[in-house]
């Protein structure tokens, strides 16, 4: 978000590096979207969903790019590469240790990555969010996670 010089921090972003990061998350979303569509029934929908979210959010923001060095307060362009690298990790991770033990990791990490360094409020979100994943896909769904190496299954 584009801010005034007092906000900015010193944080400035070329186009260019927004480039790169809009490019790099559409080839991640098409990534996902093209592994959504090799998967069967159901289960397809929801990778499907969001790689073409993330190939749609990336159009837009290349079409909002601007010629100009803007100040902002948008995390440095290094954060945004650690995040993704942090989101591969968190993939690979999820597929041994399972979904919900990953993201007791994952979220905290995120959120520190991202500047927030409220204790109790990382510490409230990841536990809601944990909650909210087991709540909606055992009871709202009836489909249960694969076995977690924390949470049993």
């Known amino acids: 978000m584009a801010v005034t010089p007092d906000q900015a921090e010193g ?3 070329r186009p260019l590096e927004r ?3 809009a490019l790099l998350v559409a080839i991640v979303g098409a990534v996902v979207t093209w592994d ?3 998967q069967a029934g159901a289960s397809a ?3 499907i969903a969001v790689g073409s979210a993330m190939i749609v959010l990336s159009v837009m923001s290349i079409v909002r790019l601007g010629r100009d060095t803007r100040l902002t307060d948008e995390a440095p362009l290094f954060r945004g590469f650690a995040g993704l690298a ?3 990790v968190f993939i690979a991770l999820a597929g041994q240790i399972g979904f919900l033990t990953a993201s007791l990791a994952f979220i905290p990490a995120m ?10 409020r990382v510490v409230v979100g990841t536990v809601v969010f944990v909650v909210m994943a087991y709540v909606v896909f055992h009871l709202a769904f009836a489909q249960p996670f694969p076995a977690e190496l924390i949470l049993g299954g």
């Open 11 to 13: 944080n400035t972003v």
């Open 19 to 21: 480039l790169a990061v």
């Open 36 to 38: 959504g569509t090799r």
């Open 45 to 47: 929908y929801f990778p």
């Open 86 to 88: 942090l989101l591969a």
């Open 111 to 120: 959120a520190v990555l991202g500047g927030d360094r409220n204790v109790v």
